[in-house]
């Protein structure tokens, strides 16, 4: 149990853009900020163009061919930044001690190639004992697959989507990895494949102290299975901290999808929404980025550049500047 | 959450045998084709019995001249057997076909079968060569624009393509004649040799110009692929693996795009067969082609109904192909 403490992963200041040769650099992140310690499951929380599928690329080095860019910040892991890595050291370094499930079970894995294949790819510099037969058998064995022959000869579209995500769930556990990182691994998926999906998820992170990063747009279900959460608006992280200390948020925007919560509403009565949307990238406001959706807004919110989040790294953090306003 | 582990402690597979599944299709697809390509062939022959027939001219009066006396022409007709009926006729050629027989052409007395087995080959070479300088083109121009960060190599491909696509290819032929053939000197202008390796200086210049219109067919399809494929999720994977270039080009960019290119390519062929009798008239190449040509103006009737009747077969032959190889690349092609 001490090696809980150990922090694993630091995301420091980070900020990313697209770079247009013309027009100005599109920035998608700023201030995201988290860390995530050995053997620890966090949960990201944000809507759809909060940045965090954003920020997880720059933790498994696919930034550069969607065309974004690490402008600033620190992504440390195991001693190294992450975000000063030359694309010839990402080659050495991918695939090793970083795991990545992808988004939608039904577009994760390659479709040309079989089950067999795919964790033949995933294995090549594995050092474990054994052939890649036995350790491919090994690896479906772990992730709860029953008729592994069949599954090992099947393409991906001959399989379910739980059982495609199990697949690509072996694969990323191929290399043994310290983090592993799932980007909504359960869209698309039913609600009993997807418990199915956050069970195993739950069972490797206790069997092989592997830490997690979940990302997801489902605060009930990160609520349900992390450690921690990051919650993420506009590019920004506003507020970290744990599961429990969550349930009192310290920012409006936790705030207010917490009280969004299908799973807790009062039935007959009526879905509390936010308000608004969340602002566009490119059409960040000055100030605080939730300002215009605030509840608790006040003039020095809106001037400035975004807060930073207050309080020691670590703690209960949040970047709001009236933070004291929602206790109790 | 340990109510969920005891209710569903392993992950149900509720998924076929993939071999019996994959078996039953491809046994589906061969028997439909050979159905389709027996309709097909029917229809096909239908159609080339009738058109040639409807057209103006009478083959007897083509053969003896002007001045062919009443008596000769007469018996000129049932030798050719021309006066029987229509129906009577086109059950001979039908009845013949099973018989592995097309009948003989009226002027050199050949058999269909001889003619077709001694001109169809520099057709289909002619063919398999550009299909082959057409992939070779195709899949590296539709790569490298795919992969290019500068839009205005993208333009410049649209732009490209767009113009190699309205030339003619007769007009084509005719430049490539001009400066290949005789201001360099590389391509015989007329002429063939029969052997394998020889004739090929003779083919080469027809199969490039057959590709003026096949490589901005293919390339513009294949790179559109590729910008689908270049956005999926899955290519994320394969970066995050590590695996070789190699691979990582073939594996997770051309063979999940290359299925449409494929099936577009086989659909062609009957263009490419459109293209090539040209390109035999224009290069002087003793193809089927030209005999089918020579065979409409002198109202040849086994000529033409036979040339047409193997056009149509090795249009559905090289149809299978394609869906055949597009579903072996890639798993979500369906066959139907």
């Known amino acids: ?50 940045g965090k599928t954003m920020v997880c690329r720059s933790i498994i080095g696919t930034l550069e061919r969607r065309g974004a860019k690490v402008l600033g910040g620190q992504v440390l892991f ?9 694309e010839t050291n990402w080659k050495k370094l991918r695939g090793k001690s970083i795991g990545y499930v992808p988004q939608s079970a039904l577009a994760g894995p390659n479709p040309v190639l079989t089950t067999q294949q795919q964790l033949a790819e995933a294995l090549r510099r594995s050092e474990a004992p054994g052939t890649i037969a036995e ?9 709860k697959i029953r008729r592994v022959d069949t599954v090992m000869k099947q393409y991906p579209n001959q399989l379910s989507g739980g059982m495609r995500q199990r697949v690509m769930i072996a694969c990323a556990l191929a290399s043994n990895p310290k983090l592993l990182i799932a980007d909504e691994p359960t869209t698309g998926l039913d609600v009993t494949v997807q418990s199915q999906i956050m069970q195993l998820l739950q069972e490797i992170r206790a069997d092989f102290g592997t830490s997690i990063i979940l990302i997801s747009h489902d605060l009930a279900l990160i609520d349900d299975v992390c450690d921690r959460v990051v919650v993420m608006h506009a590019g920004a992280t506003v507020e970290v901290g744990s599961v429990t200390e969550m349930v009192n948020p310290k920012h409006p925007y936790t705030l207010a999808l917490n009280q969004s919560r299908i799973d807790i509403a009062v039935p007959g009565s009526e879905l509390v929404t936010i308000l608004g949307n969340a602002p566009s990238v490119g059409e960040w406001n000055p ?40 206790k109790g | ?92 050629f039908i009845t013949g076909i099973f018989q592995g027989d097309l009948g003989k052409s009226f002027y050199s007395g050949r058999t ?14 002619v063919i398999a060569l550009s299909i082959l300088l057409g992939v070779i083109m195709a899949i590296p121009i539709a790569l490298a624009v795919a992969l290019s960060k500068n839009q205005l190599v993208t333009y410049f491909f649209r732009a490209s393509t767009s113009i190699s696509l309205a030339l003619p ?15 360099l000197n590389w391509a015989p202008s007329a002429g063939y040799e029969g052997a394998f390796p020889g004739n090929l200086r ?41 695996v070789s270039k190699i691979r990582f080009y073939w594996s997770y960019l051309l063979r999940p795009s290359l299925a449409p290119t494929v099936v577009l390519l086989s659909y062609m062929v009957g263009v490419l067969i459109g293209g090539t009798v040209i390109m035999e008239t224009i290069f002087s190449l003793p193809g089927i082609g030209r005999e089918l040509i020579t065979a409409v103006n002198t109202k040849d009737y086994p000529v033409v109904q036979g040339v047409v009747l193997i056009f149509g077969i090795i249009v559905v032959f090289f149809s299978f192909i394609g869906d055949l190889l597009g579903y072996l690349l890639d798993r979500r092609v369906t066959l139907s």
């Open chain 2, 169 to 183: 290819g007769f007009f084509l032929a005719l430049v490539g004649l001009l400066y290949f053939g005789i201001k």
């Open chain 1, 1 to 50: 149990m001490s090696e809980q403490n150990e922090t694993l992963l630091q995301v420091i200041d980070l900020k990313i853009g697209i770079p247009h040769p013309r027009r100005e650099t599109l920035i998608i992140v700023d201030n995201a900020n988290f860390d995530v310690r050995s053997g620890e499951m966090v949960g990201i929380v944000g809507e759809s163009g909060s």
């Open chain 2, 202 to 242: 003779y083919l080469w210049l027809p199969a490039l110009v057959n590709c003026g219109s096949l490589v901005p067919v293919l390339s513009r399809v294949l790179h559109s692929s590729l910008m689908d494929t270049l956005d999926e999720e899955f290519v994320e994977t394969g970066v995050i693996r590590g």
């Open chain 2, 1 to 92: 959450m340990s109510n969920i582990n005891e209710s569903f402690p392993l992950a149900d597979v509720a998924v076929e045998e993939p071999r019996d599944k994959n078996r039953l299709a491809l046994r589906r697809l061969l028997y439909g084709r050979i159905l389709r390509s027996l309709s097909v062939g029917f229809w096909v022959s239908v159609i080339a019995f009738l058109m040639i027939r409807l057209s103006p001219g009478d083959p007897v009066q083509i053969a003896l001249g002007a001045e062919a006396t009443e008596a000769s022409v007469k018996q000129m007709r049932h030798e050719l057997g021309l006066d029987t009926s229509i129906f009577q006729q086109f059950y001979n």
């Open chain 1, 78 to 86: 195991g001693g190294q930044d992450l975000a000063q890595i030359s």
């Open chain 2, 112 to 125: 269909v079968t001889d003619i077709v087995g001694t001109h169809l080959p520099v057709t289909l070479m």
């Open chain 1, 135 to 143: 350790q491919s058998r090994r690896l479906l064995d772990l992730v």
């Open chain 1, 287 to 326: 100030g605080c980025r939730f300002v215009e959706r605030c509840t608790f807004k006040e003039e020095d919110c809106k001037v400035g550049s975004h807060p930073p989040l207050f309080g020691e790294r670590g703690s209960h953090q949040s970047a709001c500047l009236h933070r004291d306003k929602l």
